[in-house]
Every structure is written in C-alpha cells, then in structure tokens.
C-alpha cells in the first residue's frame, strides 16, 4: 500500500521533463485532435479528416489523463530541424476524392480547428475559412488552408512556446471545384531567439491562446460575495446563540423556580426521548455519507495539490489522473464512515452496507458514462474510451478502489462504539404537530440550498468556463477560499434550520438535514441550463449529451457532498444543545 500515493506523484508529473535539442536536430510534431470551434468536448482524430497521413500511423503513448482528456497523438509527417528556417516545404499532396471534399466542407462549415503539440506546446489552428455576407446576392465561399508557417522561440537548446499562422498563402477555394482534386500541402518555419526561460515558459502558452480570452477576473464582486458570506455567518451564530442562552436558561431551571415550567416547557427540549431515534433506511443514509465523506476527502486532495501547484499546461490531463487515482484511494474513508455510523446505529447486515456504498456513486456514473461513450463512439469521437483505457479503470476499481473500501469498512465496524446519545429513546414515536408552511421541508430545503449556492454563485461562471469552455483556471487559491466559504456557508446554515424544525417539536432531522444542504445541486443544475443557453454556443447532440450527462453527475456529488457536511454539523448541535439541559 505504500507505494500507491507514489503511484498519484508519477502519474500526475510523467512526461512533463524539459527537451533539449541539438542543432539541426529533429523536433517531433504530433498531430492530435479536430473539433468544432464552439464544441470544446466534440473532437475528433486529426487523421479522421483527409489530410496528409504517413502510410503507417504511430500513436504516442499517452498517460491517463490524456486519453480521459480526448487526446489521441500521433506523429505527423512535419520535419522540423532545430533552429534552421524553411521556405516551401511540400508535405504532400493529396487526391480528393468527391466523399473527401464533402468532409472538408462540412468540417469548415462547422468552424473546425486543429490541435498539433510540439515539446508538449499545444498549437492550433483552423482547418479552412468561411466567408459569408450579402443578403442578395448571398455569398458562401469556402476556403481551405493548405500551407501552414510554424513560428518556434528558442532559448539555447530549448523550445520556449510555437503557434501556427496561415500568412502569405492563399486558401484553396472548394466551392464548383470536382473531384478528383489533388491539393499540395506545404510548410514553413521560423525560428527566433528568446530570454525568457524554460521555467517561465507556461506564463508565455497560458497568456498567447488561440481561443479568445473571456475569462476576467472580477475581484470586486468576488471580495463582495466573500463579505456577504462572512456576514451571514455572524449573523447567524449570533442569533442562535443568543436564543439557545434564553433557552438554556428556560429549561435549567432550579426546581424551586420552575412552577411556571410545565406551562413553558414546549420547544426542543420536549422531544428529548425521540431525537435521536434513528432514521429510516439507516442502511442507504449511512452509506450516503460514507460516499460524501470520500468526496470531501477527494475535493480537498486535489485543491490542495492544485494550490501547490500540481496542475499546469505542461502536465496534460494530470487532474483527470489525479481525479481517478484519489478516487481509488480514498475509497477506504467512504467504507470507514459508512461501516462505522452503521454499526453505531445498531446495524448488522455491515457487508450489505459495504456493497451498497461501493455501487452508490459507482452505478450511476456507469449508467451515465457508458451512455455517453456509446454517443462518442458512434459519432467516431475521441471521447470515447478505447478498450484498454476502460480495462485499466475496471482493474484500477476491483484491485484497488473496492479492496480499500472493505478494508476501510472492516476497520470502521471494529472501531464503532456506542452512538452514546445523551438522551434515551422511547418505544414509542411522538406524534409530530402540524408546522406553517414556512416551517415545511420543501422550504427547508429551498433556504438550505440557495443559501451555500449564493457562496459559490460568482466563482460557478469560472469553474463552468473552465470544464465547458477554452479557460485554463489558475487561481486556485481563491477556489480552496471559496471552497472553505463553502463548506462553513452549508455547517451554519445546516444548524440553524435544524434549530428551527427542533423547535417546531419535529425530530426527524436525520435525512432532512442531509436533504436541505443537498439542494445546492439542484441550484447547480438550474446554473448549468444558464450557461448552456445563455453564455455558451455548444450545440449538437454529442456535446449536449457529454455536458448534461456529466453536469448531472456533478450536481449529485455536490448533493453527496454538502448533504455530508450537513449531517455532520446538525448532528454535533443536536448533540451540544441536548447534553446542556437538565432531564428528568
């Protein structure tokens, strides 16, 4: 087992060393991906489009994160020497046939770009041009780029940032041409000198993008949510606490001047014998907060490696392997919570238990996934997973992930004491008095969820832009702040309405309290039909499927989550305001 947090560091940091080249030398250019300009998660091979191709194609060996980010490279036949400048280089030519020229239009039509990685420098560019205007007569010309210049920094023998122009070449025109067309493809390179060095060259690739850059930072409205938060906060644990001394006071109350007790004594104190009367389907709510508990771990593993900066340009798709692997691993807390609150509340079926968190979070993002693989891989997307890809995550699952989770389970059902309530149950349920509808659990919830929504509601539109757009997020910082905001927002929130619906003399807060912070991601989701519609131009069956189905699942780990973080702190209060009261 020791060796298996090395196993997170290797992954996340493979193929991220610095090149060095010798004059003259061959820099390898690998061609990677096309896609709709607008579609950030519809991309394709680039060797799907009928382009130049070597005879026999050979793939890069990617890391996980890269297959999960859609990559797919393979070497291109670009012969690029180090430091020396080309003029007209023929790459090939290619014979197109009528089918070709169909795809190509199409392609441009759509407004597909390509990605080429050079030194592990994503380059970019478009595929042709379109040009519409008038209105009568209305003009539609399609132009193919067939010459490409590479401009290439270097700083002694490395290669400090590339991009690629389509300068002092005229298109190829595809409109009234037949088929067969042949087409010559033809290159160029510059090379030019720089001081900037290696080390500082991510802040050169994030600051010149080939997507636009949209993604401003608004510090002022992020300073004015943090200050409305900190502001809920006080006024919340003011008011509570002044009104839990009134009660405090109320009901330890001396004998001799509690004549006028039995008149008062109404509110929590009197469903004592019921409020720790455990909830139903204790089985599903112990797992449910294992597997929340597992995600809050997860969450707050890869914002902290993000904070230490983990995660950059260079390292493709070392988030989605981090994802994956700590996912794994902190299957063991997800078994430990949820075997140990189980057993504590009297449970013996612990093995069921254990199957049910494992398949909690697991079968609907089975469910999800394979529904949108089997979309990806019917539109021939490299989004799709290849078989080998999908072995190594099912193996990762049953050698590590689900071992872990029995072994976490073991030890949670052999360390599980008493639940140590500080008030006895009765056999007998009170029965719970009719409440205003201001007091109902659809209320509850609504407050419970817009509330922690509002904390995360500015910094939401980086965090979409980010996973839905063309935005390298970098401020990771403000997210761990927000984050914490978050997660305080939800603990306070969480008391106070358990407070309220205690007082109303209803002592099922069990899955209430689970339920109102929970709500978030419903919020979430209605933010994502926002986005979608208003401030995003993805469009198409595959990117919509890949958007909601995914977007779906984040909102349930957000139910999962938040709904953890309520339970935990209702029930810590539940415990506090019921230790602090005299019993009869």
């Not at 041009?129 to 010459?147: A, C, D, S």
């Not at 807060?509 to 209605?526: D, P, Q």
């Amino acid at each position: 087992m020791a060796i298996l947090p090395k196993l997170v560091v290797l992954a996340i940091f493979s193929g991220t060393f610095a090149a060095q080249y010798k004059d003259d030398e061959q820099v390898e250019v690998f061609v990677n991906k096309v896609g709709p300009y607008f579609n950030p998660h519809e991309t394709y091979h680039y060797y799907q489009l009928p382009m130049c191709r070597p005879d026999k194609i050979e793939h890069k060996s990617l890391t996980l994160g890269e297959v999960l980010d859609g990559d797919r490279m393979a070497k291109s036949m670009y012969k690029i020497p180090f430091k020396k400048n080309l003029e007209g280089e023929e790459l090939c030519k290619v014979t197109l046939k009528e089918v070709d020229l169909d795809k190509l239009r199409e392609a441009i039509e759509d407004l597909y770009y390509f990605e080429f990685v050079l030194d592990n420098i994503p380059v970019r560019g478009f595929i042709g041009h379109l040009e519409e205007g008038g209105f009568l007569p209305h003009n539609h010309k399609i132009h193919l780029w067939t010459h490409l210049h590479f401009n290439i920094e270097f700083n002694g023998d490395q290669i400090i940032f590339a991009n690629i122009s389509t300068k002092d070449h005229a298109p190829v025109s595809l409109d009234g041409v037949t088929a067969p067309l042949e087409v010559p493809f033809t290159y160029s390179v510059k090379w030019h000198e720089t001081k900037l060095a290696f080390a500082d060259r991510g802040k050169l690739i994030r600051g010149t993008s080939f997507f636009p850059k949209t993604l401003e930072i608004h510090w002022l409205s992020i300073i004015n949510s943090m200050v409305l938060v900190f502001l809920l906060l006080g006024f919340v644990v003011i008011i509570l606490t002044k009104i839990l001394n009134k009660d405090f006071a109320r009901y330890n109350t001396d004998d001799d001047d509690s004549e006028e007790l039995d008149q008062d004594d109404i509110g929590w104190k009197i469903i004592h014998t019921d409020v720790f009367r455990f909830p139903s389907y204790k089985t599903l709510f112990c797992a449910l907060i294992g597997v929340g508990s597992q995600f809050l771990a997860l969450a707050t593993g890869i914002l902290l490696m993000a904070v230490l900066g983990m995660f950059n340009v260079h390292r493709h798709g070392s988030i989605n392997t981090a994802g994956i692997l700590l996912y794994a691993l902190t299957s063991c807390i997800a078994g430990y919570v949820a075997a140990n609150l189980y057993r504590r509340m009297g449970g013996e079926n612990w093995v069921w238990n254990i199957n049910l968190t494992s398949c909690l979070f697991a079968v609907p993002f089975f469910v999800i996934w394979s529904t949108i693989n089997t979309i990806a891989w019917a539109h021939g997307s490299t989004q799709a997973l290849p078989l080998t890809t999908i072995l190594l995550l099912v193996f990762l699952w049953v050698l590590v992930g689900y071992p872990l989770m029995v072994i976490g389970g073991i030890f949670g059902k052999n360390w599980a004491n008493g639940f140590d309530a500080p008030c006895r149950t009765k056999n007998i349920a009170r029965e719970i008095p009719d409440v205003p509808w201001y007091r109902t659990s659809p209320v509850h919830c609504i407050v419970g969820g817009f509330l922690p929504f509002s904390a995360i509601s500015v910094e939401l539109y980086y965090i979409f832009a980010t996973l839905w757009g063309r935005e390298h997020y970098t401020l990771y910082g403000i997210l761990f702040i927000v984050y914490g905001i978050l997660l305080s927002v939800t603990a306070c929130i969480s008391v106070a309405l358990t407070y309220f619906q205690l007082s109303a003399e209803d002592y099922r807060w069990w899955w209430r309290s689970v339920f109102s912070a929970g709500t978030t991601g419903i919020f979430v989701f209605l933010y994502a039909l926002f986005y979608y519609f208003k401030r995003s131009n993805m469009s198409g069956f595959l990117q919509s499927a890949e958007f909601f189905g995914y977007t779906l699942l984040a909102c349930y780990v957000f139910f999962l989550m938040l709904g953890t973080v309520s339970f935990f702190a209702s029930l810590k209060f539940v415990r506090y305001i019921y230790i602090n009261i005299k019993m009869d």
